[in-house]
């Protein structure tokens, strides 16, 4: 007959905080590409390691307490018993909105430092979190220099599939903006806890900023937050940094701004640009076709496009060719 199983115990953050003197550095034992293991002492005065898991969503917190009880139900001599676990998003520690101190920190890179530098790898694991949640760029393995008066290098394609730059990607043209398409790219992926390559079907992977641009562009651009999200900014201010990231991934390099403009915009009440029409995209559906095809008159004009909600009205531009 065997032994039944503890019941797996729900911890609160303040305990979890508390047991590992507020997740100090200190206490860090080991680091993933999940997160980091620290050790603690809980109230009971057990020893325990704890991992605290990072790009973690509202909406993978039931399956995730579902996987939790499944794995504790499982014991053997030569296995770690699980204790427990702790889901929860807070103000200060839940779903951060880093994207302000990232930009800080790529402008610091791209116009602060002497020589510039190109990080070529940004994306959400090289975007951490010290205790006090302040966002530190990481991992400058492939970072090149640039030299003082050049325009763009021409370099081996480096850096991570769905974060990469279409003029990178294909050219090996690299330019700060290749940063600055990147980071939209993990802006995208914190407002909406959707990945960088989102999952449609097995044989068709999705951009998130495919998917993004076409809310955007239905005027819908709140409906990039992800559901349930919770401490969120007034919806102006929320509609405001899904704009800044579906400007910064545009396909197109002249389209994006730079990230000391990015700072002003996130820091200031200066307005988003207006937003270029995207050319049609590699796995673009029959609708994007049909439209593209039906917007090539002639002449030139802009199309505004205004938030169903009433927030803000912000335009995109579309580049018809004139008749010859």
Request: aromatic share 8%.
């Amino acid at each position: 007959m065997h032994k039944k199983a503890a019941k797996t115990m729900r911890y609160t953050f303040d305990e979890i905080k508390q047991s590992t003197k507020n997740f100090s550095r200190e206490n860090i034992i080991g680091s993933g590409g999940y997160g980091n293991v620290y050790i603690g002492v809980l109230p009971d005065g057990s020893e325990v390691a704890l991992k605290r898991f990072k790009n973690c969503s509202l909406a993978g917190d039931a399956s995730f307490t579902h996987e939790v009880d499944v794995i504790a139900s499982v014991r053997h001599v030569n296995l770690v018993a699980l204790r427990g676990y702790c889901t929860a998003s807070t103000p200060l520690e839940g779903h951060q909105k880093i994207g302000l101190g990232t930009a800080r920190g790529l402008a610091y890179l791209h116009y602060g430092a002497q020589p510039a530098i190109i990080h070529r790898d940004i994306k959400a694991s090289n975007i951490l979190l010290d205790e006090k949640f302040e966002p530190k760029v990481a991992d400058f393995g492939l970072a090149k220099f640039t030299p003082e008066g050049m325009t763009h290098l021409s370099t081996r394609v480096a850096g991570t599939m769905g974060y990469v730059a279409p003029e990178y990607a294909l050219y090996g043209q690299l330019t700060e903006r290749s940063d600055v398409y990147s980071y939209g790219v993990v802006f995208l992926e914190l407002l909406s806890g959707k990945k960088a390559l989102m999952a449609v079907n097995e044989d068709q992977p999705a951009l998130v900023t495919e998917w993004a641009w076409s809310l955007v562009r239905k005027g819908r651009a709140l409906d990039v937050i992800e559901d349930g999200m919770r401490d969120l900014g007034p919806p102006e201010v929320m509609e405001k940094y899904v704009l800044v990231a579906v400007l910064c991934s545009h396909p197109q390099l002249y389209a994006r701004p730079t990230m000391d403009q990015v700072v002003k915009i996130l820091d200031t009440d200066l307005p988003v640009p207006s937003m270029p029409e995207r050319p049609i995209s590699l796995i673009a559906n029959i609708d994007d076709i049909e439209r593209t095809t039906s917007s090539s008159g002639g002449g030139g004009g802009s199309s505004n496009l205004s938030s169903s909600c009433g927030y803000h009205s912000y335009t995109v531009e579309i580049d018809r060719p004139s008749s010859s």
